[in-house]
């Protein structure tokens, strides 16, 4: 069972057929108060195997991750709401405990004056009881007041010597006094106004000297907790909050004074040590706002909205003095290396439950892009400079300073593909790419990273078309431009055009890619549904990607061997070697004719036996490719025989006709082609059915002049024959004086039908 007849399984668990009833309908049943879960899945899936429960099981687990990153996605969408909003409530709560402070004293003020007009109106009869309460009141307010002078004396002295504690515990103990006096009613209502005017003055006082003491650059971790605790025990949590954020801003940026970027040469290692202090910090101020304030989402909204301002000020000097002008310049290791620091040390903070990846990603991603197709561009320019300058032999690459034994040096060496200096250079530069840009997978640049490597792979054949002598600008080949290259002059410099075509695309390009798909899924997560998906997905990704780079080289293939078949087919001033009138005139001439292959197809074979001497050197463990370029470069010669209408115009409708010898002649040069190409295993089905074709058609041809081919023509022996001893005496194993035996077709051992 696949996802979708899972989830149609769910569908139809819920036992409602009608086609008209809404969502809401249907959900109905489990919003019930008697919906029990257990008892609804045990009827639901009483039914079902194991394995389609387990399956159902991991359905349900996918839906489950997606339902949360879809909330994820969700929340950043509306964050910057979700703070603002944050924010005003906590602004709001803090002119709440103003307001209740504000109203509980005029309360207090209300009710003290309601009191001393009740005290003033009463009226003694009994002058004694009078004396007695003024009596009791003047030594009340006498203690009172002395208490009070010792309550501020010790409020002073405590907060001089900085006893933070013990000021705090004087004035909890105040304000009791306070609450319990105005319950009791045993102090005056001025007394009680000043004792309350003194406990907000010094509370005043007190958070100015934990807020100044706060900001000194030298108080510690344990200090600044200390001060912040005490700001929250004096009612202020909010302050408390923002002077702690604020403490750790000042000291990180008097720790960035210390860093001073000293040029793209040591852009990474200032990178490094810049998101270190700044992640590092913002871990600390994390641990404290979660150990002192919980996660009360006013603060930890605060604590979030600082981060991101934090995150973004790292982003932007990193940007400015690391990897702005190597973006610029295509210089992709230093930005890479740099973002990839930066992206490990914002990782460390999503176990404290801060995910700034995103943050970084949107300020990263444009300079990484444009360092991608900077480098991309200048990839394409360096090798275009090489390939302007390369003299087309093949070497190993250069081994530079490596400092290796003999042995190992050998070693080395010998696993190395053989290049030109121009292709060298671009698979080491394509290496380069793909090793920089693979660690970076979370910014989703593996598609374009290939996407640029094919586009200068494209760049590069069209160079390497361009070598080839008398070649033009193929259309096919997208984005080509004009470029000085050198000419390819000799057969093993324009085979080596191919050779580097070859290994670029059939092994150094795709191991480049390789790099992209190991370092993705690196990053992937250990579901086995997913790894199942990627273990497919990745040989479909691999094959297109051969099958693009293949199409390129055929390009390139298709243009060596249209040359090679056009210097063939055609003299240096124009005329053309594989005329009609080398048959035609066969039948007009009355002296011997020596049966031998025509010279063009003598020429053909040579020019062919070079190219596989030299190919079976270039293309070693390839062979199947040099196979395949002999059987093009065979066919590009006999298709564009077969397609020559002014060649086939002479022979069947001229004003000679093609005769017996003619005919005999051609049927020799056709089996002398089937002969090697056989041979050499390039004989293509393709060829045999267009040699056949031709032959054929030459036969008609004859025949439409009223006379039998088949009359004429020797066995088919005879030709083979023929055919053997001219590739035998052309490659050297046989003497010329073989051919006497064998220059008619009567003086044959086979006789043929004209004989008879």
């Known amino acids: 069972m696949d996802g979708g007849s899972f989830s149609s399984s769910i569908g139809d668990s819920i036992d409602f057929d009608e086609k008209d009833l809404s969502l809401s309908d249907k959900l109905k049943v489990f919003k019930a108060s008697a919906y029990d879960p257990d008892s609804y899945v045990t009827n639901r899936c009483r039914q079902m195997s194991e394995k389609e429960i387990r399956h159902l099981c991991h359905y349900l687990v996918d839906l489950r991750k997606a339902s949360a990153e879809e909330m994820r996605k969700s929340v950043y969408a509306n964050y910057a709401a979700f703070i603002r909003t944050s924010r005003e409530i906590s602004n709001l709560e803090g002119q709440l405990i103003a307001l209740r402070n504000l109203l509980s004293t005029r309360a207090a003020i209300v009710h003290g004056l309601a009191e001393g007009i009740n005290v003033d109106s009463l009226s003694s009869s009994d002058g004694s009881t009078q004396d007695d309460r003024s009596n009791n009141g003047d030594n009340d307010s006498t203690n009172t007041e002395s208490w009070l002078g010792q309550f501020i004396e010790k409020l002073e002295v405590l907060l001089a010597e900085r006893r933070v504690d013990e000021v705090l515990d004087v004035l909890d103990e105040g304000e009791h006094m306070a609450n319990d006096t105005r319950s009791k009613q045993t102090l005056t209502p001025s007394v009680l106004l000043s004792l309350q005017k003194v406990i907000t003055e010094q509370k005043q006082k007190l958070a100015a000297q934990l807020a100044e003491a706060s900001f000194k650059s030298s108080v510690g971790a344990a200090e600044l907790r200390s001060a912040v605790q005490a700001l929250k025990r004096l009612g202020d949590g909010p302050r408390a909050h923002t002077l702690m954020l604020s403490s750790h801003q000042q000291k990180l940026h008097g720790n960035m004074q210390g860093l001073r970027p000293s040029g793209t040469s040591h852009g990474v290692a200032y990178s490094a040590a810049l998101s270190q202090l700044v992640f590092s910090t913002m871990a600390q101020a994390t641990s404290d706002s979660l150990s002192l304030f919980d996660d009360e989402p006013s603060y930890t909204s605060e604590l979030v909205t600082w981060a991101v301002n934090q995150t973004e000020n ?17 210089c992709l290791r230093p930005v890479a290396e740099s973002v990839h620091i930066s992206l490990g040390h914002c990782s460390l903070l999503e176990a404290r439950g801060l995910a700034l990846s995103p943050v970084l990603l949107k300020n990263f991603k444009p300079c990484v892009e444009q360092a991608l197709y900077a480098n991309i561009k200048r990839i394409e320019q360096c090798t275009a400079a090489l390939a302007a300058a390369d003299d087309w032999l093949l070497t190993y690459p250069p081994i530079g300073s490596r400092s290796l034994g003999t042995s190992s040096l050998a070693g080395v060496i010998a696993s190395q593909p053989k290049l030109s200096s121009s292709a060298h250079k671009f698979n080491t530069m394509v290496q380069e790419l793909c090793e920089d840009i693979s660690p970076l997978e979370i910014l989703q640049l593996s598609e374009n990273t290939l996407e640029g490597v094919m586009q200068v792979f494209n760049s590069y054949i069209g160079m390497l078309v361009k070598a080839l002598p008398g070649s033009v600008d ?18 093993p410099e324009q085979i080596a055009l191919l050779a580097n075509a070859l290994l670029l695309s059939d092994e150094l390009i ?3 890619a390789a790099k992209l798909s190991s370092a993705q899924q690196s990053n992937k997560t250990d579901d086995t549904s997913k790894r199942s998906t990627d273990r497919q997905s990745r040989p479909v990704e691999q094959r297109e990607l051969k099958r693009r780079l ?13 040359q090679h078949a056009l210097e063939l087919i055609f003299l240096e001033d124009g005329g053309v070697r594989l005329s009609p009138d080398m048959y035609l005139n066969m039948d007009g001439n009355p002296e011997e004719i020596e049966w031998f292959p025509s010279p063009v197809y003598q020429e ?9 001497s ?7 463990g390839r062979e199947r490719f040099a196979t395949i370029l002999l059987m093009r470069l065979t066919e590009t010669i006999i298709l564009w025989l077969s397609e020559d209408q002014n060649f086939w115009e002479e022979i069947e409708q001229g004003p000679r006709p093609l005769g017996p010898l003619g005919l005999q002649q051609f049927y020799l040069d056709m089996e002398f082609v089937i002969l090697f190409a056989s041979q050499g295993r390039y004989l293509s089905r393709n060829l045999q059915q267009v040699i056949k074709n ?19 023509l020797p066995e088919d022996d005879w030709f083979a024959e023929v055919a053997q001893i001219a590739i035998d005496m052309l490659t050297g194993k046989t003497q010329v004086g073989t051919m006497e035996n064998v220059n008619s077709p009567t003086a044959s051992s086979v006789l043929s039908h004209g004989s008879n």
């Open 314 to 330: 790292f982003a932007h000097l990193i940007k400015r003095y690391v990897i702005a002008s190597p973006a610029a310049s295509g």
């Open 474 to 491: 193929n259309e096919n080949l997208e984005g080509s431009v004009n470029r000085i290259v050198r000419l390819a002059e000799t057969e």
């Open 510 to 512: 795709p191991r480049a």
């Open 550 to 562: 293949q199409r390129l080289v055929d390009q390139l293939r298709d243009s060596f061997c249209r």
């Open 604 to 612: 053909m074979f040579g020019k062919l036996t070079r190219i596989a």
């Open 614 to 620: 030299i190919a079976s050197d270039m293309f070693v």
């Open 694 to 712: 031709i032959i054929g058609r030459a036969i008609e041809a004859v025949a439409a002049s009223h006379i039998d081919p088949y009359s004429v």
